[in-house]
């Protein structure tokens, strides 16, 4: 049983992945809130849009890492959400401070129910990738 790069690189994920999967829920906890109406938009955009750019940088460091660790597979599994993520960021709204989502149009009911569906399907993205990445570190440090 060795400890490897890869294996550090999995373990790293594991962790990072395990934030983004409480970056993930609070979006979806948020979102529920504003459709309740327990809190105002502008109270809501403030508080997550501060959490957009980390969760991006979080899920490219480790995809990096393990392109450096020659994990290809992982990476092709994750390039799609990284697409979207890059392309979600280049069309957002025209704002003053960096973040996705805008105070006056959030309320609107389709921008609410997307916001809604993408936390819940990066939710499941996550904790597949959470088991997976679990499952390549066992693999990895039981084979070496």
Not at 110 to 137: C, H, P, T, V
Request: charge should be negative.
């Amino acid at each position: 049983m060795a400890f490897t790069f890869v294996a550090a690189c999995y373990i790293l994920a594991l962790i990072l992945t395990a934030v983004l999967i409480f970056f993930a829920i609070f979006h979806i906890i948020a979102f529920d809130e504003l459709k309740t109406d327990y809190k105002n938009p502008i109270d809501q955009c403030n508080s997550l849009n501060p959490l957009v750019l980390p969760e991006y940088f979080i899920h490219i460091f480790f995809n990096v890492l393990l392109l450096f660790a020659m994990e290809f597979f992982t990476v092709i599994l994750n390039i799609p959400l990284i697409a979207y993520h890059i392309r979600r960021y280049s069309n957002r709204p025209v704002m003053s401070q960096p973040g996705l989502y805008d105070p006056t149009t959030i309320m609107n009911a389709d921008q609410l129910n997307r916001a809604m569906r993408e936390g819940w399907i990066k939710l499941a993205f996550y904790l597949i990738s959470f088991f997976y990445y679990l499952y390549s570190m066992i693999y990895e440090l039981v084979s070496s």
